[in-house]
């Protein structure tokens, strides 16, 4: 049984006030039409980046499969000039990772096309997550006999061209597939108090440190618990689930 599909909405002329007064609040996905970002939707050509790049060298993940797996970590890290990046990368499809990150994202979509599908943190049970990472390689298809929850998880979809500006909330899950070459930047964002955030966290990979200092707390509750007979951890591991879902877990329906 495959689980919803639903289409990110996409907004035509918003202006920067729209987006942060009405839009940005409600912490959902969103794909900007229609904003200028200049010249370079049309002067980013494999040609004008292999020039400008030159040879200065760049590191790169090499996998020897399409889909790499950042769990197995199934690559190695190789250096590569960086023309001879832009031109290996012009020459096929390329997927990137389904994952997570701590910050909110705008993923600009300045040449070429992408498809990007994306998981609500609500649906989080259901991703069979190894920290921020998905076990699930292949969402289009996935091994429903091993992994039979993520059939229920909510898929978000939509489809970037030149000039598309994607908001990718924090904690959301996507998973990204160039359709053809092209140029995306993604611009991240740190929007909770400072002090919320590892201060040597310098890529936003690291949970905030509450998350982490509460993900610390129930490790040591669950060795506290394994001292138990298994049907007394049993019960008041599930009665602690519980308590968790009562006192954490939003109120809010999306």
């Known amino acids: 049984m495959a689980g ?107 040449t070429g096309k992408k498809r990007v599908v994306l998981f609500s943190p609500r649906d989080a049970q259901y991703l069979y997550l190894k920290g921020t990472k998905s076990e699930v390689l292949n969402i289009d298809n996935p091994d429903l006999a091993k992994y039979p929850l993520f059939s229920k998880a909510r898929r978000y979809e939509c489809s970037l061209e030149a000039g598309d500006v994607l908001f990718i909330p924090a904690l959301w899950f996507h998973n990204v597939i160039s359709e053809e070459f092209g140029v995306g930047v993604n611009i ?9 955030y590892d201060k040597t966290d310098t890529y936003g990979n690291k949970d905030p440190t509450a998350a982490s200092r509460a993900a610390q707390i129930l490790d040591r509750a669950l060795k506290t618990l394994a001292e138990l007979p298994e049907e007394y951890r049993d019960f008041y591991a599930r009665r602690m689930v519980l308590h968790i879902q009562d006192k954490a877990y939003s109120k809010n329906s999306e």
């Open 188 to 196: 991240f964002w740190k929007h909770l108090p400072s002090e919320c």
């Open 4 to 110: 919803q599909h639903l289409p990110v909405p996409r907004l035509e002329g918003v202006s920067r006030e729209q987006f942060m007064q009405h839009l940005y609040p409600q912490r959902k996905p969103l794909v900007l039409e229609g904003i200028d970002l200049g010249p370079c939707t049309s002067k980013w050509t494999v040609d004008y980046l292999s020039q400008v790049g030159g040879k200065k060298e760049v590191k790169i993940h090499v996998a020897a499969v399409a889909q790499m797996d950042f769990i197995s970590k199934n690559f190695v890290y190789r250096t590569l000039p960086f023309d001879q990046l832009v031109q290996r990368a012009a020459e096929e499809k390329h997927k990137e990772f389904f994952v997570s990150e701590v910050m909110d994202n705008l993923l600009i979509q300045v």
